[in-house]
């Protein structure tokens, strides 16, 4: 069971897994983000209160947390479905109708890149290129490449993801 704990000046609620992160880089130098990684890797995102902790804890403005966290897109503020679709809007995928498929994914689930589905099933990002124009148009779910994309196989695709 997890145990609540209360520590410094901002006397902020933290969980005994944050503690323990905390514990683990105590004392050494260069840690903000390997701290904010394993936070993030424990919770799924960055919460408000959690950044708020790690400035206190780390002794950071919590401007500076929110400039780094906003600089690296590995870290998010906001929750993370479960699954990852990644639609490629590169030029290779762009000419063979990469836009139709985003636009096709952001009617059937209601959203729009960067954000997530209320049930958590799904977040929605585009990227450059992924590395695989052959096979143009091209998304990816979690680590699923899937190419030859049509409208008529989305359906399908994105079913398979629960
Ligand atoms: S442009 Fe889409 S995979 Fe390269």
Redesign the pocket.
């Given at each position: 069971m997890e145990q609540e704990q209360r520590r410094g000046s901002g006397g902020g609620k933290i969980s005994g897994q944050l503690q323990a992160i905390f514990d683990k880089y105590r004392g050494q130098q260069g840690t903000l983000i390997p701290i904010l990684q394993e936070a993030q890797n424990r919770y799924g995102y960055l919460p408000r209160e959690v950044i708020g902790e790690i400035a206190r804890t780390t002794d950071n403005p919590v401007s500076r947390i929110y400039g780094i966290v906003t600089f690296y897109s590995q870290f998010h503020l906001k929750p993370r479905g479960r699954n990852i679709i990644k639609v490629?809007?590169?030029?290779?995928?762009?000419v063979r109708g990469?836009k139709k498929i985003l636009n096709f994914i952001e009617d059937k689930l209601g959203i729009k890149p960067g954000d997530t589905t209320a049930d958590l099933r799904y977040t929605l990002e585009t990227?450059?290129?992924?590395?695989?124009?052959?096979?143009?148009?091209?998304l990816m779910v979690n680590d699923d490449t899937h190419?030859r994309l049509t409208t008529e196989l989305l359906p399908w695709i994105l079913d398979r993801y629960k």
């Open positions: 490629c809007q590169g030029t290779a995928c762009h990469g990227v450059a290129c992924i590395g695989a124009c052959g096979l143009a148009p091209v190419g």
